[in-house]
Structure formats: C-alpha cells, structure tokens
C-alpha cells in the first residue's frame, strides 16, 4: 500500500471515530433531556417542582453542563441535565445540603430562597441573629439555613450574641428561653450553660426535632462541627440513632434542663422588657433573652376532640414497619395521611376518616395507590366523616351529617390534619415576616 492511501485511511478512520464521538454525545444529551423533561413534566404534576425552601438556582449563562451538580446531590431526581445545561427537576424534595453549590466547577449555583413568582415568608434578623424586637433571637432552620451543622453552629453563635446584649439579671428571671430542641435548640442550650447563663428550653415535641422523625434507616449527611460542652463531631455521613445518642448523652453529663412534650403558644414583651412565655401546659415562664430555634415545620394541628391527649394517639407515623396487627384509624385526606394508611394496611387493619367526599389535592400516584386498595379492600376508606370521639379501645364517627355516632373498635389513631406554620406565633410576639422572592443565602465555598 503507497503512503497515500495509509494516510487516507489514517485521517479517515479519526474522521470516523470523531463523527461517531459526537453522534452517541448528542446522542445521549438528547436522551438525557428527554428523560429529564419528562421528570419535569411528573415533578410538574405532583406539586414538587416549585420550591419550598432552600434550593439551588442556575445561572444558566455560566452553566457548562458538566453534571457535577447532579452526580453530587445526596437526594434523587433534584436536578438533571436539559439541552446541556443543568436544570432543577424535584426541587421541593431539596433539603439545603448545598453540594451542588459546592461542586459546581464554575460558579453557576447559587442557593435561594424564594422564587420570582412564589415568594416565601422569612423572619427579619439582623447579623447578629436578633429580630426586629430587641431582645428576642433567632437560630437554626426557620432564619432560612437550614441542615444541622448549620443550626447547630447558629445556635452557638445566638448564644454568643446574648452574651453581648447581656441585660443585668433580675431575681427569678432567666438570662434566656431556648425555643424548640432541634440541631439549633439542643446547642444553644449547651453553650448557654457552658457561658454561665441561666436558661431553659421548651420542645414542644421530643429531642432532636426534625432529626428524632427521620426513619431509623436514612443515611443522615452532615460535616464536622463544633458542639459546646462536647467539642469536635467528627461525622460525615451518619444515622439518626448516633446523632440522638450524641445530643442525649452529653445533655444529661451536663445536667441541662430541657423540658420535652411543652409547646410555647406565645411570647409576650412585658413594660419590664421582658418575655412572658406562655406555655400549653398551663405554667408560665419568665426571661431576658427569648431564643426562637422552632425550624420552619411548624405544629402539627389537632382535631380539638376528646380523648385527643391519649397516648394511643400521634400525629406522625416513625416505624410504620413496628406495627402490626392493629386495628388503626388514620385521619386525614392529604399525601402525609395517605401514604400512612398505605405503609400501615399490609400489617393491620386500617380505616381512613377523612370529613370530604373525595380526595382533592393528592399527588396522582396516591390516587392510583389508594384506589387499587379502596377495590381489592385492603383498606377502608370513610368519605365525609369526622371523628368526635377518642377512647380507651374505640373511636367514635359521625358520618355524613347523620344523627348518629358510628363506633369502631381502634387501638391507635394517626392524625394528620395539617401544620400550623409558626408565622402567627412570630407575628404575636412581634417579629417582622418579609416575603423573599429569590433571596440569595450565602453559603462559604
Ligand atoms: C426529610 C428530611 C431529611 C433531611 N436530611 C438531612 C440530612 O441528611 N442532613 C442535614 O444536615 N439536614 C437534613 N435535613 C434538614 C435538617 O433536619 C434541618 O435543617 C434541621 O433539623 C434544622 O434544625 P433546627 O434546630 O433549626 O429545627 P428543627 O430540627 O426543625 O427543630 C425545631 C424544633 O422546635 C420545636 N418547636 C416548634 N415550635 C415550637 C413551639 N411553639 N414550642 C416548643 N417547641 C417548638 C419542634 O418540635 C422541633 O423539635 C433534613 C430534613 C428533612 C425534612
């Protein structure tokens, strides 16, 4: 063979293997994007594509579609790539991590709040985590950082700012009331202590807030942080059982008062300048310093029924895979209800009470779940009704406005009939909301 041929077919097969290159790139972006889009689309559908918190947003001039963002999500189906660039799919799934901010090899993330058209309600705080009312604090999740290495270094850090704006201590009057026991709550409370202050928290649920409701299996992520009292916390990628063995054991080495299971319903400034703290327990409680450290998930509402304050009743669902053979009425008409009834009926025998006729505002794939059980009967569904009853071993109906009571025999009752948002109870106290509409968090590379 002469030399010219050997370099036709030289140039010709890179030629080749150059067209073949781009052909399966495009190739593959096109079903890249198809497969994106069509997420979308769902996403789109079942609610979850508008944010509801903390989220990424890309700048999609700067963007170079490298997907470094969408292979370093911790979470599923939150981003993906379009035409090359990347795109947000599940955004009200996004929890904040913030890796995709991290990853970016080009800047094009930024992390916000908000969106142009959805705005979402943000209490005002200036710099050093005080509120527009001198005196009370805010840390943690419901200022808008939400993760735990986050809560728990702004928990320390509000602490810090009390010291400062310290007021002279009057007799019987704490230096501060620590609001709410999650990841920002339990480390105010330990660098309050370790600062000397005089303090008390009050956790209207159980220790660890958000975190004590995770699934014992998830994969918790966090990074290394300080814990006043402790000292370094060495995790990365943890469970739910170690972070609240970590937080109880050093909370009863330091003899810390936190009063589980006791909701503050308000906070009021006295011509003292002080804080009132009304609890739902009937006891009030005094302080300098209020620190709000409540998360943004509010509380879970209730039916106002007798019997409610039993112990067989919850208003979420932990271990579903722990009960079995109960009989159960769960009550509610929303995905959170639904989806209870749904992990629950395999193992017991369960009833859906829910006081519309049908069910209105579920994601479609609920829908199609719960009326494959409504028709192989696996779960009984009770359109129009309210429960207005809770004993020992029943649970009374009224159905359809019918005169009379309908009794089922119940072991235990699942309540999910919606939160209240804390903006009420901010507002009471006198904390400014401001509606941000795309507010840019700044997170540290
Ligand atoms: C499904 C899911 C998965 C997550 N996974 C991770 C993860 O892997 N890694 C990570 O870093 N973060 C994760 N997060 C986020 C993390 O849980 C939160 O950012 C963090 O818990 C916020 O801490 P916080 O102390 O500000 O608020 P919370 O943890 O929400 O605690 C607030 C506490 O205040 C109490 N409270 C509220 N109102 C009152 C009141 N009126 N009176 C008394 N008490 C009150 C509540 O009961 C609650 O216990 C996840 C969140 C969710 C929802």
Redesign the pocket.
Known sequence: MDRDWEQIIIYGTVIIICIITVYVYLYRQKKKTKETKKKISIAKEEGLYEPISLHPYIDLNTCIGSAACVSDC?EKDILGIVNGKATVINTSNC???GACFHSCPVEAISLRIGTETRGIDLPHINHNFETNMEGIFI????GGM??????VE??QQAIESIIETKKPNKTNILDVII????????SASLAAKKEGLSSLT?????????????PRS?????APMNLPLYGRVKLYDTSKDELLQLWNEVIAKNDLEIIEN????DVIPTKDKIFKVV?NNGKDFYSNHILL???????PRKLGIPGEESQKVAYRLLEPERISGKKIVVVGGGDSAVESAMLLKDDNAVILSYRKENFARIKPKNKEKIKEAIADKSLEVLFNSNLTHIKNNHVSLKINGDSGLKKIENDLVYIFAGGEL?NK?LQNAGVEITKRFGYIIKKHK
């Open positions: 911790p929890i904040g991590h840390a943690g999740e419901l939400g993760l735990i290495k986050n809560s702004q928990g609001i709410g026991a999650g990841p920002a709550g339990i009050l956790e209207q649920d159980s220790l660890g807030g958000t975190v004590f409701t995770f998830k994969i918790v992520m966090t006791t909701k503050v319903e609890t450290a409540i998360g943004r998930r509010g509380t804390p109870f």
